[in-house]
C-alpha cells in the first residue's frame, strides 16, 4: 500500500536461537512473561497455550489458569494490572516496576526464557531500555535465562526504537520483529524445538 515491502516477521537480533538453546543449562525449561500491558500479555497467553500448553497469568484466558501458580509452570503476567500498580507508577512509566520481578524470576533456576515488552512513545519512560539493558545482561550472566524483547514503537518516538533495540541486543537480548514472535522464540527455547521460531501464525 505504501510501496514498502513488508517485513520479515520472523527475523531476530541478537544470539540466534541455536545460540540461546545451547547455553540453556539443565533444568531450565520454564518461561516467563512479564508484560507491561495487557494486550501482549493476552497474545502470548493465546500463542504460548498453542504450543506448550498450560500458561498461568493473573489475566488467565482459562479461569482454571489463574494465580497463585504452583511450582514448574509457565507464567505470563500483565504488570498493568491493579495488583502491580497500586501504590506506584504504571511500568511503561517506570520500567524499575518490572526490574524486581525480573530479578525474581531470573533467579529461579527451573526458568530458561523471560519474555519482555518495551513500549515507547509520549508519555512512557524517556529511556525504557537505558533501565533494563543492564539488568537482562545481569540475570543472564552465568547461565541465567534468555530474555527475549519485543520493542513497540518507531524511531520518531522520542525514545527511538533502533536506539532501544540496539541497547537490548548490546546486553545480550534476541529482539524480535513482532510481539508474537517473541513467544514463538521462547517456546522454541524452553522446549528446545527449533521448529516453532516459524510456526505461522
Known sequence: V????????TLTMGPSV????RRRTPGRALIRGLFSGGTLCYESLVL???????????????????????????????LGEEEYTRGRP?????????????REHGADPE?????????????????????????????????GPQIIAYVLGTDQDPQRYSVQR????????IVTETAARSSLVAAAIATDNPGLVNMPL
Open 2 to 9: 505504501l510501496g514498502m515491502a513488508a517485513p520479515d516477521s
Open 48 to 78: 504460548l497455550g498453542r504450543t506448550i500448553g498450560e500458561v498461568r497469568s493473573n489475566t488467565p484466558i482459562n479461569p482454571a489458569w489463574g494465580l497463585p501458580a504452583p511450582s514448574g509452570s509457565h507464567q505470563c503476567l500483565d
Open 90 to 102: 504504571h511500568p511503561m512509566i517506570d520500567p524499575e516496576a518490572r526490574v524486581e520481578l525480573l
Open 111 to 143: 526458568v530458561a526464557v523471560i519474555i519482555l515488552d518495551v513500549v515507547l512513545g509520549y508519555g512512557a519512560h524517556p529511556d525504557p531500555a537505558g533501565i533494563l539493558a543492564p539488568e537482562c545482561e545481569s540475570v543472564m550472566a552465568e547461565g
Open 166 to 173: 540496539k541497547r537490548l541486543v548490546e546486553a545480550g537480548c
Open 18 to 21: 541455536t545460540e540461546a538453546r
